[in-house]
């Protein structure tokens, strides 16, 4: 008899009971993925506003400042082929900055889309619950 309530005890510690229904275990793993998605979601967005601002800084950069002043004698005026590899150069960044824009908005959007999906089904179950 004692070995039984021993075994019980040991059992129970090992394996304790979850009284939380099938609908709870549902709702807290949603909120963990929910979770994830946010934290992802706000990741992407603050990547987002950092090339945001690279590329802004990018085409507001003064093309004049590439350019030495030409009273100044000792600088030397840099070469047509060089002006155009910097400009040349400056295009990409701006066209990279903007591909990656335009993924990082894609990925916002569908993180969101997965939030707004994650939302839904919590809802769903907690009203399930409650009924």
Do not use: W
Not at 26 to 40: F, H, N, P, T
Not at 52 to 79: C, H, W, Y
Not at 90 to 106: G, N, P, S, V
């Amino acid at each position: 008899m004692r070995l039984c309530v021993v075994t019980a005890l040991l059992v129970l510690l090992i394996f304790p009971f979850d009284v939380r229904t099938e609908n709870e275990l549902q709702i807290s793993e949603l909120e963990r993925a929910l979770m994830r998605v946010q934290q992802d979601a706000q990741a992407t967005h603050q990547q987002f506003l950092m090339i945001q601002e690279l590329r802004r800084n990018e085409m507001l950069g003064a093309p004049l400042a590439e350019f030495p002043d030409a009273t100044v004698e000792s600088v030397p005026i840099p070469k047509y082929e060089e002006m155009v590899r910097q400009k040349q150069n400056r295009k990409d960044r701006i066209e990279q900055y903007t591909a990656d824009l335009d993924r990082l908005y894609a990925r916002f959007r569908s993180l969101e889309d997965e939030r707004q999906l994650l939302m839904e089904q919590i809802n769903q179950l907690e009203r399930r619950q409650a009924e």
